[in-house]
């Protein structure tokens, strides 16, 4: 199980329990950035020290090999699996190459060092800034609380209120401080997935590209990378897919931050101060708080305990609550409380007028009830005028913007978008629009149709369904993934399972021109997965799903013919696979297992001769060549079941690009730019070196069949 979220609303509270939360994610960035420091010593001494080159080496794969990923949340998906055993299968490959003692170190600095250098000086380093910044205004803000909750009622109304607004403001800084702190550590958290492992992985392949026996190596890595590649892409794409969802909850935290209560926490919590008489005179006690309504149970736990103190958690009924006037005590803020365990009033001290409000209104005490503003969105409805929008739309796209580079990707102006829509749902007339004329484009269209989707009443996957869907995306067997996601399609409301399935087919359509749009189903399942299967809650916790949203998209795209064929035998329950012999399970991508070759005796004019026979120059200056005949190695491992396989002749790649697309979704590389839109990493601009791959063998390098 992996690091618990932290959520936006703890930052208001701030909980005991959340800076023991906080204090794990603080030392798992240490441990992080040690270990980082530990990659660029042990690659520096591997380019610095050729003559002990194979030490190094080793003791650079055990580096690797002793790191492992945490995570946030309970599950990881496919690409995350591949991710997380990445630095194994580098340290296992490492170490074969050691034995080879044939490496080269070429531009490690560039492809190595720097990129983690730049990880740590820009991401972690600017963490710990914010928490300097956060303990700062922390302490500030409680020093200043602490003297402000001693003022005397008493003092005159404009000196009361200018510390009101002096307490307020330092409330306010700290509470920025601590959201942009915890939105940064859980950022530096996430990605690093993908920002430390993608520069190792450019400094192997340097590693292997400049000796006579690494072009061997180079061919059995090839399909490795590319898939190692596009799960880094799938990653990037899901955290950002999330941080938007995140930034856009962190916003609305900041306007309201008691709005957004999670399910099963307390009704109300936070700091209170007791008043406590002893025989020497009158003390306030600090004490942590938490209220439930439904059961009236106040449980307090001291937060000011001294050497040798023998207080405790208080477990208290409530009986009433009754607001103290001003004039009868010289503290502010103060209510009374009786309870069941205690004879008397209790009194107790809340932080502000706005806060002791909540806690009258929550403990039902004879003050007047305080609701937070929340404004809410006009909401659309799943009716007839949205199916004839729909289609409108889908028929606009597969007219004139199928082919469009990026279609549903590139976002059009908000003020043409909400244009159309007013002229569309405008009640007077809805639905005269005509979306084939030139007044309309297509990135207009499009997100018209996503924000149409985004704003329903309810999302188009249901409420009720949400939770299911994601633990069946969440299955590791693929067989059970599918077939729960077939059977819960069909428990949808008939309205709703119809507008899916136009959805869903007009997205197989869009895909199926992916060499021109560059729009595959997995860059539409992070395009529609927020869209069409939201959380009814607000939390970070439901934010780290919307990856598996996106992967029940994807499936659906890629499935959609079986899925709409129609239901399955029996939809009352996901179905569960029949007993196979090996159950189709996926697999993490490897290539230290993968069976070695007879290795070759080289000479050195037959090297020549051979690569002057089988590779030529292209008419842009870059190396190609013929199928090569496999490379044999003399040390064979123990034969693996589905290792026999003869190698077939294997496909060009470039070395210097990022996967955009596999094989069978119509393999087209692109510079720079993934077919999502994200701009690939610096460490991943490596040489251009034309070469030849081969077809993954069983089990070994690809993704055993689809999602």
Known sequence: MGHPPLEFSDCYLDSPDFRERLKCYEQELERTNKFIKDVIKDGNALIAAIRSYSSAVQKFSQTLQSFQFDFIGDTLTDDEINIAESFKEFAELLQEVELERSMMVQNASDLLIKPLENFRKEQIGFTKERKKKFEKDGEKFYSMLD????????????????????????????????LEYVYQIQEVQESKKFSIVEPVLAFLHSLFTYNNLTVELTQDFLPYKQQLQLSLQNTR??????????EDLKKRMKEAPLTCKLPGQPT???????????????????????YEKEAKTLRMTPMDQKPGAKQSTLDLTLKSCVRRKTDSIDKRFC?????NERSGTITLQALSEANRRLWMEAMDGKEPIYHSPITKQEEMELNEVGFKFVRKCINAVETKGISTEGVYRTVGSNIQVQKLLNAFFDPKCPGDVDLQSSDWDIKTITSSLKFYLRNLSEPVMTYKLHKELVLAAKSENLDYRLGAIHALVYKLPDKNREMLELLIRHLVNVCEHSRENLMSPSNMGVIFGPTLMRAQEDTVAAMMNIKFQNIVVEILIEHFGKIYSGPPEDSAAPPVPPPRVAARRHKPITISKRPLRERPVFFGASVEESGADRYGQ??????????????????????????????????????????????????????????????????LRTPTLHARRPAPRPGVCGREDQR
């Open 237 to 246: 794409n899901h955290f950002s897919s999330t941080r938007e969802e995140l």
């Open 268 to 290: 109300i919590e936070g700091y209170l101060y007791t008043q406590e008489k002893w025989a020497l005179g009158i003390s306030w006690v600090k004490y942590y708080c938490q």
């Open 335 to 339: 209510f009374d409380i009786e309870t």
């Open 618 to 683: 292209t008419p842009n200056g870059s190396i190609s060549s013929e199928t090569p005949k496999p490379l044999l190695r003399s040390r064979l491992p123990a034969p693996r079941p589905g290792g026999d396989e003869a190698a077939r002749p294997p496909a060009e790649v470039d070395l210097g690009k990022p996967v955009a697309r596999l094989q069978d979704g119509g393999a087209k590389l692109v510079s720079g730019k993934a077919a999502n839109g994200v701009v690939a990493s610096p460490a």
């Open 147 to 178: 003297r402000h909750l001693h003022l005397s009622s008493k003092k005159k109304e404009s000196q009361l209120q200018e510390a009101d607004l002096q307490v307020d403001k330092e409330r306010h800084n700290f509470f920025e401080s601590s």
